[in-house]
């Protein structure tokens, strides 16, 4: 314990501690022993002053900071004011609202009372179009936008608003607590129904141009169908691209590259030699310049082609090469052009066994002049023959004017003789009715044996004329048939008539007649 002593004006302080049977007393002047506590509790308060101040420095500073966040926000809600038609802060926790910026008739028609969600139907209803209104309200769910603020920095959506509008709406996170809550968010409302109508009419002619390229790649997988490689070729910088190649020329030769290289490549690999000199000329850019020039060119032929030939695993191949005129320049010389190659061994292999046909029915119808001819040579002497023994029969009617039976005999042969050169005449037009394709076949009832006895008759006189001895004998039951008695009495007469003509002299002939089959 601290023991006080005062002596006379100066006061002692000190303490007392037993050593053995003695008691040592220790004391100092005030003055000493105060003047160290003195300098510590100077030093305590000057060290609490020093932390009052920084205290106080850093909260002003944090103030100043919250007070520049808050002048930054404004700002912005100022700005975004001045952007958006609506402009409303929600608190999710509280659930109430402050309305920053409305349309006259939106803040007209909201109350002191209403909820948040009665302002919610309420700009749904005065803004949104009926068929967008329940896309609108699970937009615009308080109950999950925090979950879903929480995985997109914002929410936005267009809906279409009454009277033809449109209006891009957007939520916000205002206020945002440290665990990641989101205690507030700000919704805004914006006509866009300008730049919506632009991005429609955008959206239109985007759609309009894909399916002008959908058709386009229709028109080229058609034309891949018919052509296996096209090229486009820019003439006046010598360059080539290739739109469609072939599989089997994609290893031999580049999609793109100096047009010169692909004309040496046609004519050192693809054409036979033969064609190589006039498909360098064909593929010049001075010929194509030349032949697809705007002087030369209408609008219904834009366009040249040539046939080459060339080797495919050894067997021949025919190639179209066709060049298509794409645009010209402003001399109106071709800039760019479209080269098609087309396979068309087929068409080739046709158009050579056509002209073989051709050549083969060019040849047959010469041979069947001639054989016309041989036959008209032959029908000739034929048709004398009759017409010397009608006049031979003639001859001896008038010298035997008066014997009526020798007359009537002479009048007989001469109608049978009569007949039978109808019946050669009528051969000839049945001919040419045959390659025609009209002759046609009666279904008459006629006498068969009196058929019989003037084909009998008929080359009977032929056969006295060369000393043939003829005997007819007729086998028939039923003598009135149907049929075609004109072409059965031609067969018949030429049966006979060649059994007369390629006989001997004084030879002998027996026609026989007999009915084997009858119609019931």
Request: hydrophobic letters at 40%; a neutral charge; one cysteine or more.
């Amino acid at each position: 314990d601290m023991v006080r002593v005062k002596s006379e004006d100066t006061l002692y302080f000190g303490s007392m501690r037993k050593s053995g049977q003695y008691y040592i007393y220790v004391f100092y002047p005030s003055s000493q022993v105060y003047s160290y506590r003195n300098m510590v509790v100077a030093y305590t308060i000057c060290i609490y002053l020093v932390l009052c101040a920084l205290i106080v420095l850093a909260k002003i500073k944090f103030e100043n900071k919250r007070i520049k966040e808050i002048e930054e926000k404004n700002k912005i809600n100022i700005a975004i004011g001045k952007i958006y038609d609506i402009y409303c802060l929600i608190y999710l926790d509280t659930l109430e609202y402050k309305v920053l910026k409305g349309t006259d008739s939106l803040m007209r028609a909201l109350k002191e009372k209403d909820t948040v969600y009665d302002y919610i139907n309420i700009m749904i209803d005065s803004f949104i179009d009926d068929s967008y209104k329940s896309a609108a309200l699970k937009f615009y769910d308080l109950e999950n936008v925090s979950e879903r603020l929480k995985r997109n920095a914002f929410l936005t959506n267009v809906f279409k608003g009454k009277g033809k509008k449109w209006y891009f709406n957007a939520i916000v996170a205002n206020d945002v607590a440290e665990n990641g809550d989101i205690l507030s968010v700000m919704i805004t409302v914006r006509d866009v129904t300008a730049q919506t109508e632009a991005d429609l009419e955008k959206k239109k002619k985007l759609i309009e141009v894909n399916k002008s390229l959908k058709e386009y790649n229709s028109i080229l997988d058609c034309l891949n169908n018919i052509y296996f490689s096209s090229f486009y070729v820019d003439l006046e910088n010598d360059t080539f691209r290739a739109i469609f190649l072939a599989r089997w020329l994609v290893a031999k030769m580049n999609t793109e590259g100096r047009f010169t290289d692909l004309r040496e490549h046609f004519i050192k690999r693809a054409a036979n030699d033969k064609y190589k000199e006039e498909l360098l000329e064909n593929l010049s850019v001075e010929h194509i310049r030349e032949a697809l020039c705007r002087e030369k060119n209408s609008e219904d032929k834009k366009s040249y082609f040539m046939d080459y030939s060339s080797v495919v695993n050894g067997k021949e191949s025919w190639r179209r090469l066709t060049v298509i005129l794409v645009d010209f320049n402003d001399e109106g010389k071709p800039k760019h052009v479209l080269i098609v190659l087309q396979d068309t061994t087929e068409q080739k292999n046709k158009e050579m066994q056509y002209q073989r046909q051709i050549i083969d029915a060019a040849n047959e119808a010469e041979h069947a002049n001639a054989a016309k001819t041989e036959f008209l040579r032959r029908m000739s002497h034929d048709i004398r023959t009759p017409i010397n023994g009608i006049l031979g029969m003639l001859n001896i009617a008038e010298h035997y004017s008066h014997d009526f039976e020798k007359q009537s005999e002479c009048f007989e042969k001469i109608r049978n003789t009569s007949n039978h050169l109808l019946a050669l005449i009528n051969d000839v037009l049945d001919m040419s009715a045959m390659e025609s394709g009209a002759i046609t076949l009666e279904k008459t009832s006629f006498d068969l044996l009196k058929l019989i006895k003037e084909v009998s008759s008929v080359i009977d006189a032929q056969a006295q004329e060369r000393g043939i001895e003829l005997n007819t004998n007729v086998n028939i039951t039923y003598n009135r048939v149907i049929g075609s008695a004109l072409h059965l009495r031609q067969i018949l007469i030429n049966i006979a008539g060649n059994a007369v003509k390629y006989n001997k002299l004084n030879g002998f002939i027996e026609l026989n007649y007999s009915q084997i089959q009858k119609n019931s």
